[in-house]
């Protein structure tokens, strides 16, 4: 360790780092542009021979290195100034970092950085919450500083070193503005040449898609093809991250989102799962820690890898550069080669609390509230009125999608592993029964297991079933007889589920009527396109008014559909085209056109519109005390996902309940840094999605065999080795940023304003300047603007010994900009300074 002092201030440092690493773990802040935490050195990079900006070619003028950003100087006793970033620390080291000939020197560096980049807006006294469109000054667009301005680094460095810079108007380049590319816009015209992109790209990430070179001095950045693609761009927006300017933007991000926006797939996923870390462990061929990392956040990945909806594929990002991650079909595959034995692994560690809860419904927010509770410690209790577990997922969804023996290996996972005992055949009627055995808390989980009628004459006929009713049959066991010729009324999942079932069990002629447009189906675009290979007619536009029965045969009256303006939902209003009525003849006819739970009268409990309950949207807890409600009772049909997420939450409330703090995950997974490097690859942005192979439609129509074969191994770590790694933005270290520069005006922070002279500055409510002011003792000026009662919210300082002098400049650059003197400064005594 070496012993230094910085600014007074007596620290330890290590071997090996430099004045600047040692400053910034010591919370001492030395401005720096080219230095970023997590990159190497300036001086570790070699220049490239030739780049791009767009379709510029640019070639070196000279084979000279970058010389980095200087405004890290520091003054070491005995040894004058020094760049902070290239000096290693050595014990006994006096330092300063802030002194009037460096503030000078680093406004010189500061004024060279500037004059390439626009800087109007920089420099601007009334920038504080200005949009950049609309300028007092009338500067040029091509002048004013980008979108970024409100959180853009160079900006605050720039406010920090502060001063009067000597700067000439900036005079636009008209470089590149590449914005044809997927993901990212590079607009070269911002870029200061800190080479930190090239940095990360090239040392960090090991892809190289990025350069520099020196033209005449001026150091410029660029691609090493004329395109991303071409130079093996892995568009993982490190660049873009580390960039400390608006060289480099997202397309489709604003700061204020980046959190979740940055990582879509995990932030769109109900429950929470930690998408790109998964697919990165099956990438790299760790399929345990893979299917461990899903198991974190739910306790039935080999059932969503089949049946889960995906909205993490709709928003991955991978998407806008050519198909998004099969991320179901992974987490499928993850699943399938989990080698953690059943009944091992993540298992319960917390004591009994000798609390008793009883959860009502088996199927996936039920199990899964079950699972967290049981963990916590907690006595559980399933109640199931039918024969058998799993609720909708053994009930509602073909064994074509969803094999039985798949469902029951995760159920039985979920109740040996964590010891539930779990009552089939046991339905409940009355919640005052439930609490009379001793359980304290009651989580009501029981699905909407009634379908919804059509509202039309005749639909009571024989012949006439619900779709949801024929589901719990057929997967039951029941012997169902459907007829040659089945109609299917409905757009949704249940309704093709129901439409490949009737064929599955005989019927010859299936024909879908559904209300709107292809478009608007809420079905799973695959499941359709599934139903149609299989020879299931849709006929789009067309709804049923009227049903009659005429010698065993069912005469359905249809009518057809026009669509006009959008609904609340996004989805095109359908209105009748009166006249167009017809007749059509089926055997059957399944209505599936929605469900609705049904609460037992016994529960005692109102019901709100639709049947649903009205809940506590935060806890799920109902208006009698203990009682939660969860899963499609409350939200009506939903998805297997959302259901899970809903039984998360109630398990996260019941707990807190019963005295417990909530928290209901456990890490599976050791967390660790994450890997940064993605290698370099010829045609990554090409690679097309593998889509996952089926049987055959002729296969597999008559029979419930799975219908979608798993990915192989290879196939797998293929596939995921197309996901971009947007998460490895989230592991960037944010660079060091200078102290807030504005100050609350009151006493306390006055109290720690030195007594020496200076400048100060009052601003209002929106940081707009009010006064300016020189004094001999700062301490004693301020604190006479308070006691003066100033209106002032903000201020900020400057030791100076030429006050007055500085004083008059600052006022001078106010009155050039405004056309008059600040609020507070309006007085007589002001011609002395002019």
């Not at 594929?313 to 991978?318: A, F, K, M, S």
Request: charged letters at 25%; aromatic letters at 6%.
């Amino acid at each position: 360790m070496a012993n230094l002092i910085i600014d007074g201030m007596k620290i330890e440092a290590a071997e090996g780092q430099n004045i600047l690493q040692a400053a910034q773990r010591a919370g001492i802040y030395i401005p720096a542009l080219c230095y970023h935490p997590d990159l190497p050195s300036f001086k570790d990079s070699t220049p490239s021979p030739q780049i791009y900006q767009g379709s510029v070619k640019l070639e070196a003028t000279s084979a000279e290195a970058y010389q980095g950003c200087q405004l890290c100087l520091v003054e070491i006793e005995g040894e004058g100034l020094k760049t902070a970033c290239t000096t290693p620390v050595k014990d006994g080291m006096v330092i300063q970092t802030s002194t009037p000939e460096i503030q000078e020197r680093r406004r010189e560096k500061l004024a060279a950085i500037l004059l390439d980049h626009p800087h109007e807006c920089l420099l601007c006294p009334q920038r504080e919450g200005c949009d950049l469109k609309r300028c007092s000054m009338n500067v040029p667009e091509e002048e004013r500083c980008c979108a970024k301005f409100n959180v853009c680094e160079l900006r605050k460095v720039t406010e920090y070193i502060g001063g009067k810079l000597k700067l000439s108007r900036y005079k636009p380049g008209n470089l590149a503005i590449v914005e044809d590319e997927p993901l990212f816009i590079r607009n070269y015209n911002l870029c200061i040449g800190c080479t930190r992109c090239v940095r990360i790209c090239k040392e960090v990430l090991g892809v190289g898609a990025l350069g520099y070179l020196l033209d005449s001095g001026k150091v410029l950045t660029g691609m090493l093809a004329p395109s991303a693609e071409d130079s093996y761009c892995r568009l993982c927006g490190a660049c873009v991250e580390v960039c400390p300017t608006g060289a480099l933007l997202d397309k489709d991000i604003k700061w204020a989102e980046r959190e979740t926006a940055l990582v879509p797939c995990r932030n769109a996923c109900p429950a929470g799962i930690d998408v790109p870390r998964y697919v990165n462990l099956i990438a790299k061929g760790k399929f345990a820690e893979a299917v461990a990392t899903i198991r974190e956040k739910v306790p039935f990945p080999a059932v969503l890898g089949r049946v889960c909806f995906h909205p993490c594929e709709d928003v991955c990002r991978r998407g806008a550069v050519n198909e998004p991650i099969s991320i179901k079909e992974l987490k499928r595959f993850a699943a399938e080669h989990d080698t953690i034995p059943q009944g091992n692994g993540h298992v319960k560690s917390i004591p009994p609390t000798g609390k008793k809860v009883a959860i009502i419904g088996s199927g996936p927010a039920g199990l899964t509230a079950a699972y967290y509770l049981s963990e916590l410690g907690h006595q559980i209790t399933i109640f199931e009125a039918l024969p058998e577990l799993g609720g909708m997922l053994r009930v509602g969804i073909p064994q074509y999608r969803l094999p039985r023996e798949i469902l029951d290996k995760e159920i039985q996972r979920i109740i040996n592993q964590v010891g539930i005992d779990a009552k089939i055949n046991s339905r409940v009627d009355s919640l005052d029964e439930i609490l009379a055995e001793g359980h304290q808390a009651v989580f009501v989980a029981i699905g909407a297991h009634k379908g919804t009628k059509l509202g039309i004459e005749g639909e009571d006929s024989p012949g006439i079933i619900d779709g949801v009713a024929l589901m719990r049959d057929v997967n039951l066991g029941r012997e169902v007889r459907l007829g040659e010729k089945v109609a299917v009324i409905g757009g949704g999942n249940v309704a093709i589920d129901s439409a490949r079932t009737a064929l599955r069990l005989g019927a010859k002629e299936v024909t879908m009527l559904y209300r709107r447009s292809r478009t608007e189906m809420p079905a799973s675009p695959e499941e359709i396109e599934e139903a149609i290979n299989e020879g299931i007619k849709i006929d789009y536009l067309m709804t049923p008014s009227k049903i009659s029965r005429r010698n065993g045969i069912l005469d359905m009256e249809c009518r057809r559909m026009a669509l006009g303006e959008k609904e609340a939902d996004g989805r095109k209003r359908s209105t009748v085209i009166e006249g167009s009525e017809f007749l059509a003849e089926f055997d059957t006819v399944i209505v599936a056109i929605g469900q609705v739970p049904e609460i037992p009268k016994g529960f005692d409990l109102p019901a709100g519109p639709g049947g649903k309950l009205p809940i506590d949207p935060k806890t799920l807890e109902t208006s009698r005390r203990g009682v939660f409600f969860g899963g499609d009772v409350v939200s009506g049909p939903a998805s297997v996902i959302e259901a899970i997420a809903m039984g998360k939450k109630a398990a996260e409330s019941i707990d807190r309940y019963l005295g417990g703090s909530g928290a209901i995950e456990q890490p599976a997974v050791e967390t660790k840094r994450v890997d940064m490097c993605l290698g370099r690859e010829e045609g990554f942005a090409k690679r097309p999605r593998v889509n996952t192979p089926t049987l055959a439609a002729d296969e597999r129509k008559y029979n419930f065999g799975e219908v979608v074969i798993s990915y192989g191994e290879e196939t797998a770590t293929h596939e995921a080795g197309r996901c971009l790694r947007c998460d490895l933005r989230l592991d960037i270290t944010p660079p060091a940023l200078p102290p807030e520069r504005w100050l609350e005006f009151n006493a306390a922070n006055i109290e720690t304003v030195p007594k020496s002279e200076g400048v100060f500055q009052l601003f209002d409510e929106d940081k707009n300047i009010i006064y300016i002011g020189g004094n001999m003792n700062l301490y004693e000026g301020l604190k006479e603007q308070l006691d003066s009662g100033a209106e002032a919210r903000y201020f900020i300082y400057e030791e100076e010994r030429m006050y007055t002098q500085r004083e008059s400049e600052l006022l001078q650059e106010f009155a050039q900009t405004h056309g008059g003197m600040p609020p507070l400064n309006m007085g007589p005594d002001l011609d002395d300074l002019f």
